[in-house]
């Protein structure tokens, strides 16, 4: 029986994507926790669970972005790809994409330059 063999990284625009996605995730978490806060005591069970769910995600974008830190050497890292600052967000961004495609032309062809393309 063959081993299918993982890559041992990502590359830049995969590591944005995820950034993306989990930055959607913690937004809806967030609108969830709202709800449910608005609704429940304190005491309850719902209130802890909603938080304990956003800080897995945060966590989870800690790892992420020290892992991206490692994978993407020089210019080609930003501490825009798993968090979000103000309005260099997407300068940053693009920035590290049209780094990686220097670099890597063939990979990700049809990932977005831009962030928030293709929503």
């Known amino acids: 029986m063959s081993r299918e063999t993982k890559p ?6 995969q590591h944005i994507q995820l ?10 978490l ?3 926790s709202d709800t449910i806060n608005g ?17 897995g995600v945060d966590r989870l974008r800690s790892v992420l972005d020290d892992i991206s830190w490692a994978e993407l050497p020089g210019d080609r890292w930003s ?4 968090y979000r600052a103000g309005e260099r967000t997407a300068e940053e961004v693009e920035r590290v994409m049209a780094e990686h495609r220097r670099n890597e ?13 293709g929503r």
Do not use: M, N, W
């Open 79 to 82: 501490t825009h790809i798993y």
């Open 8 to 13: 041992k990284s990502l590359p830049a625009c």
């Open 39 to 55: 609704a429940y005591s304190k005491s309850t069970k719902a209130p802890a669970a909603t938080k304990r769910a956003i800080d």
């Open 105 to 117: 032309p063939d990979c990700c062809a049809d990932a977005p330059t831009h962030p928030e393309e």
């Open 19 to 28: 950034g993306e996605q989990l930055q959607a995730i913690r937004d809806q």
């Open 30 to 32: 967030f609108a969830v």
